[in-house]
């Protein structure tokens, strides 16, 4: 008996250290399969809960990157206020074009045009935000022009420079943005004003004309007056024109669908022509690109609104001309000259058998109504131009009647 019980308590004993040793084998061998599932990609228990939880994407549901290039710059928490315009140089250190007479490749020349010199530079006064609540929604257009405005500059013909110019948004450039061979915005502006000045231009329409662009405009555009310019969302595409040569007299908005269909504000004006008091309206638009997806349905739709502006614009006689980047070639222009019975300074137009358009039309247009003629068109890409913007600088020669 006495021999059994030492061997009963270290039989016991034996069997304990080998539960203990098999429990110690258990966790890390546990522990190495969770390695090893995560290692070979295997999600653990509980993984994705906090993520979505915390309002995250579920696996695989990540967003695709979309091009920037065309996209509205990101509306800033409190805009500035309308400024002041400030006088200085149009440039000092910025390279000068080469001139040349062709109308494709070209840059433009230097002779001077006697609406250039209708008289000293005079500055505008501003105009405040406020202006932008006769914003006319939809395609509906606030008020018409009263015959007695028309009458005023009955049997006065006037000849101008116009041009259409796509400025790049300064969103789209600069280090880390996917346009990084361009200079950024601020730097590009004075020669995008150089450009102007030296084609004599004294009415511009301006797309991606962002803040920071516009912040420079008015400090190295002597003689300038953009609008709606600072202050209000409707100023990336804004309207320019040279104080000495043209007088305000209305400004308007007109709601035009943008990505998504999303309402943004375009600018029209009413200006008179100093020399003449011939009165024009000016309209600048731009269209959505397919940046963001398909949006063909959008631009139909905003030129139907355009359209529908240039017929109450002109029901009394005042000339029309549309500037801006329609983002479409013949969608664009065929229904535009159809419905408004207008023509392109690229020479597109209407004729008996249909629509016909101009060799190489681009997406940025001039067009104007029937009391309009366009002469000496250009469409420059080259040189200073393609160093400002990744558009060509559009312009022609307009007499109005």
């Known amino acids: 008996m006495t021999d059994k019980t030492p061997r009963s308590h270290n039989h016991r004993r034996a069997r304990s250290r080998g539960r203990f040793r098999a429990l110690v084998l258990v966790v890390p061998t546990a522990a190495a399969v969770a390695v090893a599932g995560v290692a070979l990609g295997l999600p653990g228990p509980g993984l994705d809960t906090p993520f979505e939880s915390a309002g995250?994407?579920?696996?695989?549901d990540v967003p695709t990157a979309v091009q920037p290039h065309d996209r509205p710059a990101a509306a800033p928490s409190a805009l500035p206020p309308a400024q002041p315009r400030r006088s200085g140089p149009t440039l000092s250190t910025a390279p000068r074009p080469v001139t040349s007479s062709a109308t494709e490749v070209g840059e433009p020349g230097r002779t001077r045009t006697p609406e250039a010199q209708a008289g000293?530079?005079?500055?505008?006064?501003?105009v405040p935000a406020a202006a932008v609540s006769q914003t006319a929604t939809k395609a509906r257009v606030r008020q018409k022009s009263s015959p007695a405005r028309k009458a005023a500059s009955d049997g006065k013909a006037a000849t101008f420079r116009v041009a259409?110019?796509?400025?790049?948004?300064?969103?789209?450039?600069?280090?880390?943005?996917?346009?990084?061979?361009?200079?950024?915005g601020a730097t590009r502006t004075p020669w995008a004003v150089q450009l102007l000045d030296d084609a004599d231009i004294t009415?511009?329409?301006?797309?991606?004309?962002?803040?920071?662009q516009?912040?420079?405009?008015?400090?190295?555009?002597n003689g300038w007056r953009a609008w709606p310019g600072l202050g209000t969302r409707a100023g990336v595409n804004s309207i320019a024109w040279r104080t000495s040569t043209w007088h305000r007299v209305e400004t308007h908005t007109l709601d035009i669908p943008y990505f998504g269909g999303r309402p943004v504000p375009m600018p029209y004006v009413l200006l008179r022509h100093v020399a003449t008091g011939q009165l024009v309206w000016f309209a600048n638009f731009h269209n959505p690109a397919d940046a963001h997806g398909p949006a063909q349905r959008w631009r139909n739709e905003a030129v139907r609104r355009e359209v529908a502006l240039v017929n109450r614009l002109h029901a009394n006689g005042t000339p029309v001309v549309v500037t801006g980047d329609f983002n479409d070639r013949d969608a664009f222009f065929c229904p535009f000259a159809r419905g408004a019975g207008v023509a392109s300074a690229d020479g597109s137009r209407l004729t008996s058998t249909g629509c016909r358009l101009a060799p190489r039309p681009g997406v940025d247009w001039i067009v104007g109504t029937r009391d309009t003629d366009f002469a000496d068109?250009?469409?420059?890409?080259?040189?200073?131009?393609?160093?400002?913007?990744?558009h060509p600088l559009v312009w022609a020669r307009a007499t109005v009647h």
């Open 56 to 60: 995250g994407p579920t696996r695989h």
């Open 120 to 126: 000293p530079s005079t500055v505008s006064r501003v």
């Open 164 to 184: 259409s110019f796509n400025t790049l948004g300064a969103s789209h450039t600069g280090p880390r943005s996917q346009r990084p061979r361009f200079a950024t």
């Open 203 to 212: 009415v511009a329409g301006l797309q991606e004309f962002q803040p920071p």
């Open 214 to 221: 516009i912040q420079v405009f008015n400090r190295v555009a």
């Open 377 to 390: 068109f250009h469409r420059l890409r080259r040189n200073l131009v393609a160093r400002t913007s990744d």
